[in-house]
């Protein structure tokens, strides 16, 4: 194995670990046994609840209360309490500052500064790295990840997903640490986000050799990668005596894989080459008209104010898309696909009449204008949000956005309570979608599969014609999943209109319909300004789904 | 917002400066002009700033899209100080309570101009430089505390992302059935609901960059410093040029006889 000079491959040793965070009853991680020899590379897997970032963390050194710099006294509930020894090199991470480098979930908190070159330099700077060693290693830190190209003082505001979790990668990499940590690297990017970090991270670890240990449980994007695959298991599972280590598999790829193959899928692992079973449409037929734009252009932004000049007169915004046309019909599904910032959501969003379209029009021929006495006219935009919920129904990409109380029941009544009718449907959408045992919950504490979840049934509550999600699947396991899969497809037998942006082929395969694809300025050749948009069948040319 | 931040594109002479000294004489003009509400030495001052406008890379125009809220407010001070200063010399207008005389108006127009001329300074110095080389600075050259600067800048990336979170919560509760119309009240309501929304959502950002720069080290004793801030030639130009400034407005005031010191009880 050769290595670059400075990167010594980390060893990490777990022995009958555990940790407890403050004020959790039970421990998240308990009685872990672990040995990682180094420059080992190791996919973490297991279900939810058993503590696969709490350990990343741990070595990582980010874990607890860093002001008291270990663990609190055992006992109390209100500290965090620690058992057993993890250690790096045969110390505890905390003493092994810069020993490990840690990339987390979310690309948005992972850039620190505000010029691209600064923020490689960071960590470096922060391990007084002396002043003429640094820019040589962020040059090379960014050619690792393939972002040499970019100059260094480009805006990390400017980047994409996957460029700004290669630009962590970097981060870390100026740092020449022994280990890496990823938790979950990929979960919120698009499948080419996705490829150009799993690619980048394998050429960084044949270069430097360093150790890896990866949690992600789509296991396809990292089994080559990976020359052994950890299962853990949840720690409360483990305080019975017949069970008492947080291991529960451990070995090569291949061999984990076929040996739990069945509980890694009852786990809701993305075990490779399984897609989960889903429910088949039944009644495939469209019916009336619910809604129709035309002539569509769209932008996030407002419009602006002209100067005193020009007399202050309004300045539209410069579109990301135009001249889309579509249509939304009963019992018909439409998936909205196109790279990253091709601007899917904003398309999404102008349809549910959340955004106001920059040119042409969004049409729902029976909306509240239509009926006798009604004045709202057919513009979603223009309706007052309570006639919106009722007709159009949107799940946003983060279902924390959309919670507005404390507590799971009052959530899902808040819509039929505001509307005034429609409470009896609660119910039923508690028991379907497996909210019942949790109504008392504060929504901010649920699992991520959970809060998708509730936050499909509390805008289903309003009992919406249409219903617009922006990416439902990202991050989701294979059990939610295949869930929300099969609800969707039975809510467009019953008649419901679903339009789904989504990279995720499988899922739009489950739902049928039709498929407008997106494409960027600059890509979209000959189509005149503001990009295009083509329509097809889901089924032609989709790239590789997300979640397989 | 993180845009109007960026120094790209921006190539003028000031943007070489250092940004301590920079801030340094626009302290020095600052404190001079706060000294006094008289119109010659904020005029003087007004004068001297806003022909270093090209060295800061502004034009006009620029000004005006950056830094209009603060002249619209030195221009509302101004007209309310000329309406509600008490009478002196003789009355140009007069509307029940509301009365103009060339004694308010003088003040009026002193408070106006000192407004502006505290205010441009200010919206030079952050055109012409970037919020890190100013960290760099403070903590380099001023020797404050790296971890409290530094977790600033830090933290001023997350107003831009809090930005765009506000408008996004905005729509996920419209698509929730919370909407801004109503009474004022209900809005008020409606408001409160989003900020709350928003204050979870900026706590779980902030936890998440503390545990991105912690994982990178952040946090010790020591560190080193890639970018070195250090002092040119041009830095002493600078420092003479606020001083200058500042010297020039108070003898123009003094020699004209309008030098009026604030804290001292004017009739």
Redesign the interface.
């Known amino acids: 194995m050769t290595t670059s000079p400075g990167v010594r491959p980390a060893a990490v040793t777990a022995r009958g670990w555990g940790w407890r965070h403050a004020g959790r009853p039970r421990p998240a991680v308990n009685g872990l046994d672990l040995d990682i020899r180094p420059g080992e590379r190791v996919l973490l897997l297991g279900p939810s609840g058993a503590g696969k970032s709490t350990l990343l ?1 741990a070595l ?3 874990l607890g209360d ?1 002001a008291s710099g270990g663990p609190g006294p055992a006992g109390d509930a209100e500290d965090s309490d620690e058992t057993g020894s993890l250690l790096i090199d045969g110390a505890p991470p905390r003493a092994r ?2 020993r ?3 990339v ?1 979930q ?1 690309p ?8 691209l070159g ?1 923020d490689v ?11 003429p060693e ?2 040589p290693r ?1 040059r090379e830190a960014l050619d690792d990840v393939g972002l040499g190209r970019l100059p260094l ?1 480009h ?1 990390t ?1 400017a980047l994409s997903g996957g460029q700004k979790q290669r630009l ?1 990668l970097a ?2 990499l100026a ?1 020449r640490p022994g280990l890496l940590l990823l938790d979950e690297p990929t979960a919120n990017l698009d499948p080419a986000g996705v490829l150009e970090v799993r690619d980048a991270v394998g050429r960084c670890l044949d270069k430097t050799g360093a150790t890896l240990v990866v949690v992600e449980h789509r296991v396809a994007v990292w089994k080559d990668l990976v020359d052994r695959i950890v299962v853990l298991q949840p720690g409360a599972a483990t305080d019975s005596a017949v069970l008492n280590s947080a291991v529960l598999l451990d070995g090569p790829p291949d061999q984990v894989l076929a040996e739990a193959r069945d509980m890694l899928i009852g786990a809701g692992v993305w075990v490779p080459g399984y897609v989960p079973a889903t429910r088949t449409r039944t009644a495939p037929a469209s019916g009336q008209l619910l809604l129709a734009a035309d002539g569509l252009a769209v932008s ?1 932004e407002r419009p602006r104010r002209a ?2 000049r020009e007399g202050f007169r309004s300045i539209a915004p410069r579109a990301v898309q135009s001249g889309i046309a579509t249509q939304v019909r009963a019992g018909e599904a439409l998936t909205i696909t196109g790279q990253n910032g091709s601007g899917k959501s904003t398309l999404a ?1 102008t349809l ?1 009449g ?2 106001r379209p920059v040119a042409g029009t969004v049409c729902v021929p029976a909306g509240p204008g239509s009926g006798p006495g009604g004045g709202a006219g057919t513009d979603p935009y223009r309706w ?3 006639q ?2 009722s007709r159009i ?4 990409q ?1 279902p ?5 109380t404390g507590r799971v029941l009052d959530e899902l009544m ?2 039929p309570r ?2 005034g009718y429609g409470e009896e449907r609660v119910d039923e959408l508690l028991e379907r979608l497996r909210l019942t045992d949790l109504v008392d919950a504060n929504p ?1 504490t649920l699992s991520g599969g959970e809060k998708r979840r509730l936050s499909v049934a ?2 289903l509550a ?1 009992h919406p014609q249409v219903l617009v999600l922006d990416e439902p699947t990202f991050g989701q396991d294979a059990n939610t999943w295949a869930e929300l899969a099969s609800f969707l497809s039975e809510l467009l037998d019953a008649g419901t209109a679903v339009v789904s942006v989504t990279h995720d082929a499988e899922f739009s395969a489950v739902l049928g319909g039709t498929e407008l694809r997106l494409h960027t300025r600059e890509t979209a050749a000959g189509s005149g300004p503001g990009g295009a948009a083509s329509a097809a069948a889901p089924d032609s040319g989709l790239p590789e789904g997300a979640a397989s | 917002m ?2 109007a ?2 120094l ?1 594109g921006n190539h003028a002479l000031l943007t070489r400066a250092n940004p301590l000294v920079k801030f340094t004489a626009v302290t020095l003009i600052t404190l001079v002009l706060a000294l006094s509400i008289d119109w010659v030495s904020a005029s003087v001052a007004l004068t001297f700033e806003l022909l270093l406008l090209p060295l800061a890379g502004l034009t006009v ?1 620029l000004l ?2 950056r830094g209009w809220p603060l002249i619209l407010a030195a221009a509302l001070g101004g007209w309310s100080t000329a309406i509600l200063a008490p009478e002196a010399g003789s009355v140009l207008f007069d509307a029940g309570i509301w009365t103009i005389s060339t004694g308010s108006l003088q003040l009026g127009l002193g408070f106006m101009l000192r407004g502006l001329a505290i205010a441009l300074p200010a919206v030079l110095l952050m055109s012409c430089t ?3 080389d100013l960290a760099d600075a403070l903590a380099q050259n001023a020797k404050l505390p790296h971890r409290f600067v530094l977790g600033t ?2 933290a001023m ?1 997350l107003v ?2 809090m930005a765009e ?1 506000w ?3 905005g ?9 801004s ?1 109503g009474n004022p009240y209900q809005r008020f309501r409606a408001t409160m ?1 989003q900020s709350f ?1 928003l204050l ?2 900026a706590i ?2 902030a936890s ?2 503390a ?10 004793a ?7 801030s250090t002092f040119s030639g041009l830095d002493a130009w600078v420092l003479l040029g606020g001083l200058c400034i500042a010297a020039a407005a108070v003898a123009a005031a003094l020699a004209a006889g309008t030098w009026n010191l604030v804290f001292l009880a004017h009739q």
């Open positions: 963390h990582a050194g980010v860093s500052r810069g490990a480098g840690l987390q979310d948005e908190t992972q850039v620190v500064l505000s010029r600064d330099a960071f960590g470096a700077e922060n391990l007084s790295v002396p002043a640094i820019w962020v003082d805006p505001s962590a981060g870390i740092m996030r100067g005193l969003l549910a959340l955004l007052k949000a309570q919106l919920i129904g949107t799940v946003f983060e924390e956005h959309q919670f507005v808040f819509g505001h509307l901010y509390t805008v309003a | 993180r845009d931040l960026s790209r125009a005006w899209q970037d919020p890190t800048l830090a990336r831009g992302i979170q408008q996004t919560i729509m996920a509760r419209r698509a929730r059935g919370v909407g119309s609901g929304g979870v959502q779980r950002s998440r960059l545990v991105t720069m912690e994982a990178r080290g952040f946090g010790g020591t560190r080193t410093w890639a970018r070195p």
